[in-house]
């Protein structure tokens, strides 16, 4: 089978549009394209959609580098004037949005000084930059300036989709065939029985087609919702002056925004204040080199992202009047990403679909032989009848019927079908899945690389112990008892609040906050238990300069300005590092001492001590320099202050996940910024670092030869003081050797490691726009334990679509060949044309609906990974499948050609009544399709209440089709007996299905179903 679908072949993440073209080139036989490709992109529309985005991206750059020059020679008066509306004027505004939006999107600096600059342009749209917009007037500034959205395609109705049903080839040809047969019927047998059978081809149709669409549409409506979850930006504003977190959806025009690293920005805008700000426009002008952005250089565009630094902006135009909003535009169209599975399971319905195209036109060519020999024996050859074309015409319904039921059209929508509800539910569990694939994959991932803080943590830092003046003092309750001298206090508390890129701001309701990451939050409450106040130190020091803290340095620093014009520098960061910049230390005194080797080392016990206790340990320092430097701040001279140990405990719940991982085969990879002692501690605490597990800094990984790395790659658990990049080498090597990795982030750094890994996990909360951005999933709630939902759900689906496999692959072959032997032997099918497109609905729409949907059980997470190359159709399938074919093939053929006699069926609806047995005994044989390997095909079913309520739709509907719709449907009401017969005949199938999973086929598989995991050495060796 793998040969036959090597054209079927693309990888998870970022496929080849070679091997996205190949596939598609190779789908031959398709009942209803517009259906089956709905969900997929369209490789034109995307290229077209790429032509517009170089487009847009030009006319920006030469905005950028060719309008800004240009502007340098054009006089004032020579601007292009813009006269203010009554509208305007009486909304109290000063300024046009379309005035607005030019100069922002020209880099006007001319226009924007001559009208003040941010603070005159904050005037004309009558805004206070410290106070903000009033709530009060949201209403009026959308309707005077637009609202913050962006252009999206109208939803699909319903009749949109029952028109799209309607495409089916297949059901089109019916169709004709219907009125044709209802024409020479009524001709020929008179009104209404000549009806009969031509209604009842068109009655089926049109519940196919309903059902069809009902499924189609409930899944539009998921992936809607999907995709309006993926469109939630939230961003900081000060508004009514308090500082606030509103959706990107509701800014509007007179918005004070703050910017941090990782924002995207949430529309055009002009520069207020800030530092460092640097930002990536690539997305927008496809530069690459970073824009540095100040008071002469103030514009910020909508869609590009915060590199480094911080910033107030003042927001200008937002929604379709940026130049990122007519390139939304064009990234709304073009569809989804094609999966592996959804492409493999094209190939399988590619390659069944030409088997049953085959067996649809011998089952006609041999039928009408059968009929025309049989008219030469009787002597009628030359004496044709209207009942003769009548029984021809049924003949080519039953071959285009067999091909309605052949092409498995539900196979590769099956896959949309049960990604989107793993999606749904994932999404109610608090993990939104931004690329279908990677649902599908994370049931593969073999290892996870998965950060600290926030993640196996709770987040909720803490400052637990401090060392300060040689004495280590510790939190009691909400209070620090440290005793010092005022000097060494003020000093404390300022490294505490002028180094710090978090706020203390009150909300609405008067109570104080603390805005920032996590470390930041809880080092500002230790201050403010201290007694500190943020508005007298910020008073009394200017603050210079910002240097960020920085993945890579792993420090931040400030520069400040006092009274008498003395200028100290403070920083704070990791303590091995910021300890090694000092050559002072406080004393209790308060006065600065050298700082010797034997302090240094007691200084070390002590952060070894915190570390092992599992805290978190930073250094705050200062330095007193003659002059501000011009470049950046010093990296040696500094004086020690403290040392602080911040908690942060571990999740509930954490360890077990760990524990399920692993019982899952699935390895999990601590990778943190934290000092070694500290990532041990923790890693022990929650069960992922175990004997023989290698714990490493990442310093020694990136400098080991590649050998080296190779050999330690397997053992690694642990990477503690680590750079982005360690953590992209770290996924990019295990890879190599084979590993699926899922790896989590949260900075804007970690952006190149989660675009490279096979899934890309970003924080909810703690992660930045631009990491959620290049993530597959975001984890809304930061918690591993949803990580691991994530691999249970995945795992999922593959066995869930594996299920349904082998339910359509066993109708499929049962079907088309006890139609074709019986029309080689007796000249007619025992399943009618309404009959096969009744089974055709419970194989394509209600058994998608019934198997692919099932919810995950925890056996999942007792079993090995699937492995990349994988067949998919396995052995144990192989067994199930054949094993059943064989015995409703010997039981239906039994029937078909021996029934009357075994069950003594006598008078002229013998034969309606044998048909009748035949067909409702092949739909009573389906339903042991519920597991591969499982003995007990009904544990669990009640979890599933679409399985039961798909299964007693259609046992429900089959009586109904066999008791009263049998003018329709070719039936007659069936007696007692032989209903007990059939459901009997079905019941033997469900005793097959357990002696036939006794009979083994894969060397590592037992009757639950799930792989052996090796339980010790001796197992593993």
């Known amino acids: 089978m793998s040969n036959l679908l090597k054209d079927f072949e693309v990888d998870a993440k970022n496929p080849s549009l070679e091997a996205r073209q190949r596939w598609r080139s190779s789908v031959s036989i398709v009942k209803n394209r517009a259906r089956r490709f709905r969900m997929i992109s369209n490789l034109e529309t995307l290229a077209e959609n790429d032509k517009k985005r170089c487009q847009i991206q030009e006319k920006i750059r030469v905005a950028f580098y060719v309008q800004k020059a240009a502007l340098q020679f054009i006089d004032a008066g020579a601007r292009t004037e813009y006269k203010l509306t009554d509208e305007v004027k009486q909304a109290g505004f000063y300024v046009e949005a379309d005035e607005l939006a030019s100069m922002v999107r020209n880099h006007d600096t001319k226009s924007l000084k001559h009208s003040g600059g941010a603070e005159g342009i904050a005037q004309k ?3 206070s930059v410290a106070e903000g917009v009033r709530s009060s007037e949201l209403h009026i500034r959308e309707k005077i300036y637009g609202a913050n959205r962006y252009a999206e395609k109208p939803a699909r109705s319903f009749f949109t989709f029952v028109w799209e049903a309607l495409q089916d080839v297949t059901l089109i040809i019916l169709m004709v065939c219907a009125v044709v047969s209802i024409g020479v019927g009524v001709a020929t047998e008179g009104f209404p029985k000549g009806m009969y ?15 069809t669409a009902i499924s189609d549409y409930r899944q539009s409506l998921q992936f809607r919702d999907l995709d309006r979850e993926k469109k939630k930006i939230n961003i900081q504003v000060t508004r009514d002056g308090n500082r606030q977190e509103v959706s990107i959806d509701d800014l509007v025009v007179g918005d004070v925004v703050h910017l941090s690293i990782g924002d995207r920005v949430p529309a055009d805008g002009i520069f207020i204040s800030g530092y460092n700000l640097e930002i990536d426009e690539s997305s927008l002008s496809g530069e690459s080199e970073p824009s540095h952005v100040n008071k002469e250089k103030p514009f910020l565009l909508s869609g590009t992202k915060v590199q480094n630094g911080s910033a107030k902006m003042l927001v200008t135009t937002v929604g379709m009047r940026t130049e990122w909003g007519k390139l939304m535009e064009t990234l709304s169209e073009g569809g989804e990403d094609e999966t592996p599975l959804q492409v493999k399971l094209n190939g399988v319905a590619t390659i069944i679909g030409k088997i049953g195209l085959g067996f649809a036109v011998l089952t006609f060519v041999v039928l009408c032989i059968r009929f025309v020999i049989d008219k030469a024996t009787s002597g009628s050859i030359t004496e044709w009848s209207s009942e003769d074309a009548l029984a021809l015409l049924d003949y080519f319904a039953i071959a285009v019927t067999i091909i309605v039921v052949a092409v498995p059209e539900g196979l590769p929508l099956a896959v949309t079908l049960s990604l989107a509800f793993a999606m749904k539910q994932l999404m109610r569990d608090r993990a939104l899945v931004r690329h279908l694939s990677a649902c599908e994959t994370m049931g593969s991932s073999t290892c996870i690389c998965t950060d600290k803080t926030g993640t196996l943590t709770t987040n909720h830092m803490v400052v637990n112990k401090v060392w300060i003046c040689e004495n280590v003092k510790e939190r009691q309750e909400e209070t620090f008892q440290l005793n010092l001298s005022e000097q060494v206090k003020n000093l404390l508390i300022q490294a505490i609040f002028q180094n710090t890129g978090s706020e203390v701001v009150k909300d609405k309701e008067g109570k104080t906050q603390i805005l920032g990451s996590p470390t930041e939050r809880a080092i500002l409450e230790f201050g ?31 520069l400040t300005s006092h009274s008498g014009g003395s200028v100290r520098a403070f920083c704070k960061g990791a303590s091995e590092i910021v300890l090694k910049m000092c050559e002072k230390v406080v004393d209790s005194n308060g006065e600065s001492v050298p700082l010797s080797e034997e302090k240094i080392a007691k200084i070390s016990e ?33 004086t020690l202050v403290a040392v602080v140990g911040i908690k942060d405990p571990v999740r509930p719940g954490v360890r077990e996940a760990v524990q399920t991982c692993q019982n899952a085969g699935i390895t999990v990879r601590m990778v943190t910024g934290d000092n070694l002692s ?38 690694i658990q642990v990477m503690a003081r680590s750079l982005p990049l360690d953590k992209h ?10 590993e699926v990795v899922a790896v989590t982030g949260d900075g804007t750094n970690d952006a190149p490691a989660l675009h490279e890994s096979d899934i890309g996990l970003a924080m909810g909360i703690a992660g930045t726009e631009v990491a959620k951005e290049n993530a597959d ?35 499929n072959v049962v079907a088309l060949i006890i139609n074709f032997v019986s029309a080689c032997i007796t000249g007619s099918a025992p399943l009618t044309a309404v009959q096969l497109l009744w089974v055709n609905m419970i194989m394509d729409t209600l058994g998608a609906l019934a198997l692919a949907t099932e919810p995950p059980n925890e056996g999942l997470m007792k079993r090995q990974p699937i492995g990349r190359t994988a067949s998919f159709i396995t052995r144990a399938m192989w067994r199930n499948i054949i094993g059943q074919s064989i015995y409703q093939l010997i039981v239906l053929g039994i029937l078909n050609f021996s029934g009357k006699q075994i069950l003594n069926l006598e008078g002229p609806d013998s034969t309606a009544v044998l048909n009748t047995i035949i067909f409702n005994s092949f739909v009573f044989c389906q339903v042991n399709s519920r597991e591969i390997e499982k003995i007990n095909v009904f544990k669990g079913m009640f979890n599933s209440w679409v399985f039961v309520a798909v299964m007693t739709a259609t046992v429900g509907f089959q009586v109904i089709i066999i008791e009263f719709l049998g003018a329709f449907a070719s039936t007659v009401p069936l007696s007692w007996q032989h209903w007990l017969l059939c459901i009997v005949i079905g019941a033997i199938s469900m005793i097959l299905a357990v002696g036939l999973k006794c009979i083994p086929v894969e060397s590592n598989s037992h009757h639950d179903g799930y792989e052996l995991l090796p339980s010790g050495p001796s197992d593993s060796a």
Request: hydrophobic share 45%; net charge neutral.
């Open 125 to 127: 749209v009558s805004v």
């Open 197 to 211: 059978d031509g209604t009842g081809i068109l009655l089926s149709i049109i519940l196919v087609v309903m059902v």
């Open 528 to 558: 403010l238990l201290l007694g500190g106040d943020v508005e007298t130190q910020r008073r009394e020091h200017k603050i210079l300069k910002i240097e960020p803290f920085n993945s890579d340095k792993k420090k931040m620093s400030v």
């Open 606 to 638: 002590v952060i070894e001590e915190f570390a092992s206790e599992a805290l978190r340990t930073l250094c705050l320092v200062y330095t007193d320099l003659d002059q501000a430097p011009s470049g950046d701040l010093p990296d040696g001279g500094y």
């Open 678 to 715: 500290t990532a041990k501690a923790i890693a022990k605490e929650c069960g992922i670092l175990t004997a023989g597990g290698v714990a490493i800094e990442g310093s020694t990984f990136r400098n080991m030869p590649p050998h080296e790395m190779r050999a330690i790659l397997p053992k």
């Open 729 to 738: 080498t770290l996924v990019n090597n295990l890879r190599k050797i084979g």
């Open 777 to 811: 999933v975001i984890i809304m709630d930061d918690n591993f334990a949803t990580i691991v939902n994530v691999a249970r759900w995945g795992r999922a689906v593959y066995i869930n679509i594996q299920k349904f496999v082998q339910f359509q692959l066993t109708v």
